[in-house]
């Protein structure tokens, strides 16, 4: 029996080691240890032994016990057949919940209307590095390599190159290195220069002579003229009272020594020197609309109430330009023309950080994204105090259309209003909603009439005690002119004829006055509108559904008492075209620059544009127009805000010129330039 069981043992060691699968061996150790049992089983059931029942009785034991094995053993299998095609399956459902994020991804960048491609020099340094998984103890993972962040650091524009390791045995090796501090203004470029210096004003009364000059403190701007950037020096000299004899035995100046000392060691060669009281002149026709200066200028603005400043009760010294972005490097000039470029000429920023890169002086976008901001402020004020003004008029045009705004995750909608005083001002207005509480707060509370489409979210501004609802024509003649390129013809012809025959009418009157203008619309206009009701309501009911000529008559039917408006009032026109020209402004930009940054940005954005279209409206350069007011607003009353928009900004430039508070340095003049003034345009 011993010798049996040893045999058994053997042969369950030779399964462990020769089966390659842990079931199939659990499986055979067990089936020998049953068959191995009921023989010796047996053998005490044929030889008597005297232990045959203690024996017997373990075996039984034995006999159960592996036969619980065997089902437990059983279960485990199932369990593990189970997991392994579960495990399977949640691979599976891995993989597909990767493919589907990579085609989510790949439709929100096909949807998405501005993607950003800016990838960060770690994270490629990161996925290219073989141990970027390794733990940080690994003594054999690569040290950090630096080479592509100095790169980075060194193509910064201005940015210094990176410093060299200093020689062996130098006693910097020592001393621990001091990590160089890069904050501070970049370097200008190579650009034009021109030192613009300003004599305080008691001494240019008193007379130079009488004054003996310490030094100066000069202020860097970048301008802009017709030719690219310039960097205008703004050169402030420090004066004393003499109270000795001058250098001669008198009490005179060499003004030749004054002017000499003026320009230091320092100063580029080339660059313009010119003294502020001696060049500053103003144009012949004060009244101008177009820039009349061939190369450009320089606005030099006193405030009403600036006071030559003394660093104590001795040294004279003439106060500081006010500038309308604080410790701002661009002048008027610039910011003009980055404004003028993008929302007039749809020219985004990095389109206009290209042209920089090449005149030779390269500006970032956040910088021009950041001054666009900050001059929204000022043309917030203006636009605030014009649009106030606007409704007050007996009539106005109104429209609006979306624009994207750019929020954490995707763009999201605003939309841009416009309201259009012919005569004084087209004006623009962000909202981040189109509804009827948007339009009440916009345009409600007053008794005026209004030109506008019929648009349901509108009708919160007309009834009884409100505002007068005037239709628009042109909207009337759409489905007309949709229906007659779909083969509808009489129906539509008939009715488009008649249209036409009104705006022709109101061609011929257009410069009437609107006392005639009324006239000429009842005698001849209204016989018209007459015989075009009748038959918008019977094609109505005749024509069939779904058509241009059916969607016509009942656009016809439903605006009736708007469209018949004119017919009243010879002020208005029968359309709503000049808000839709308007428009196409906002239209054309974001087809450019995509995306507003935010809500303040778009609300900004359009104060800016609101001066450039009534610049004009009103025949004003908005580039110069910009520049002017970008020098005086800073320090003009709020109260009089109004007197800067473009209606009123050519009264209040003369008021200045006479008052001596506001010239001009002309570029081209001082310079060399033979041109000097251009003539008004006819």
């Not at 991804?105 to 950003?116: A, D, N, P």
């Not at 309308?324 to 003009?336: E, G, N, V």
């Not at 995750?409 to 005569?423: M, T």
């Not at 127009?625 to 109004?642: D, G």
Request: aromatic share 6%.
């Amino acid at each position: 029996m011993v010798i049996r069981v040893r045999a058994l043992s053997r042969r369950a060691q030779h399964h462990d080691t020769k089966s390659p699968q842990p079931e199939a061996a659990g499986e055979a150790i067990a089936s020998d240890a049953t068959h191995g049992a009921a023989v010796v089983l047996g053998y005490l059931e044929g030889r008597q032994i005297p232990e045959r029942d203690t024996l017997t009785a373990a075996l039984h034991q034995l006999l159960h016990q592996t036969q619980k094995l065997e089902t437990r053993l059983g279960e485990l299998e199932s369990v593990e057949r189970r997991a392994v095609e579960l495990q399977r399956t949640v691979e599976l459902l891995r993989a597909d919940n990767e493919q589907l994020q990579l085609t989510i991804r790949r439709l929100e960048i096909r949807f998405r209307r501005h993607v950003s491609e800016r990838v960060s020099p770690d994270q490629l340094k990161l996925a290219l590095t073989p141990a970027a998984t390794a733990a940080p103890s690994d003594p054999a993972g690569p040290e950090p390599d630096q080479g592509d962040a100095e790169a980075c650091s060194s193509a910064r524009v201005g940015a210094e190159p990176p410093a060299q390791p200093p020689p062996p045995g130098s006693d910097s090796d020592t001393q621990p290195t001091k990590k160089r501090d890069r904050h501070g203004r970049r370097r200008i470029g190579v650009i034009p220069q021109v030192i613009v210096e300003t004599v305080p004003r008691d001494v240019l009364e008193k007379g130079l002579e009488n004054f003996e000059r310490l030094g100066e403190e000069d202020s860097r701007t970048i301008g802009w003229r017709r030719g690219g950037p310039v960097e205008i020096v703004h050169r402030r000299a420090k004066f004393v009272p003499r109270t000795g004899p001058g250098p001669d035995g008198g009490n005179t100046h060499d003004s030749s020594t004054a002017e000499e000392s003026s320009l230091r060691p320092g100063d580029p060669d080339g660059a313009v020197f010119v003294r502020e009281h001696e060049v500053a002149s103003v144009p012949q026709n004060t009244a101008f609309k177009a820039n009349p200066f061939i190369d450009g200028a320089i606005v030099c603005y006193t405030p009403q109430t600036s006071d030559d400043s003394s660093c104590d009760a001795q040294v004279l010294i003439a106060p500081m330009h006010e500038r309308p972005i604080d410790r701002c490097l661009a002048d008027p000039s610039l910011l003009a023309r980055l404004l003028v470029h993008k929302l007039d000429y749809h020219t985004p920023y990095y389109r206009q950080q290209i042209e920089a890169d090449r005149q030779g002086f390269p500006i970032a976008r956040a910088n021009m994204a950041r001054w666009q901001y900050e001059c929204g402020a000022i043309a917030l004020q203006i636009s605030g105090a014009m649009w106030n003004d606007a409704l007050t008029r007996s009539w106005f045009g109104m429209d609006a259309t979306g624009t994207a705004i750019r929020d954490k995750k995707q763009l999201r909608y605003g939309y841009v209003f416009v309201l259009v005083a012919p005569g004084d001002s087209v004006l623009f207005r962000f909202a981040p909603k189109y509804n009827g509480d948007t339009v009440d707060e916009l345009f409600g509370g007053y008794q005026a009439t209004i030109v506008a489409d019929a648009s349901a979210n509108h009708n919160v501004l007309f009834g009884p005690g409100k505002n007068r609802e005037a239709g628009c024509w042109s909207h009337a003649r759409k489905p007309l002119v949709k229906a007659l390129a779909a083969g509808e013809g009489q129906p539509a012809a008939f009715a488009l004829q008649l249209i036409q025959s009104l705006f022709r009418i109101e061609q011929r009157v257009a410069l009437c006055s609107p006392e005639q203008r009324l006239l000429v619309r009842k005698q001849e206009s209204a016989p018209l509108v007459e015989q075009l009701f009748p038959w918008a309501k019977a094609q109505k009911s005749l024509a069939a559904e779904g058509s241009f000529v059916r969607a016509g008559a009942v656009y016809l039917v439903n605006q009736e008492l708007a469209l018949r408006e004119f017919l009243s009032n010879g002020e208005i026109p029968i359309h709503n075209n000049a808000s839709e020209r308007a428009l196409r402004k906002i239209v054309k930009g974001r087809v450019n620059w995509l995306s507003h940054g935010s809500d303040d940005h778009a609300q900004r954005s359009c104060a800016i544009s609101s001066l450039i279209t009534s610049c004009e409206l009103h025949g004003l350069d908005p580039e110069f127009y910009l520049q002017e007011i970008l020098t005086v607003a800073p320090s003009w009353p709020r109260s009089r805000i109004l007197e800067l928009s473009p209606k009123h900004w050519v009264e209040t430039r003369q008021r200045l010129i006479a008052e001596g508070r506001l010239k001009y340095i002309d570029l081209a003049l001082v310079a060399g330039s033979r041109l000097t003034y251009r003539t008004d345009r006819p």
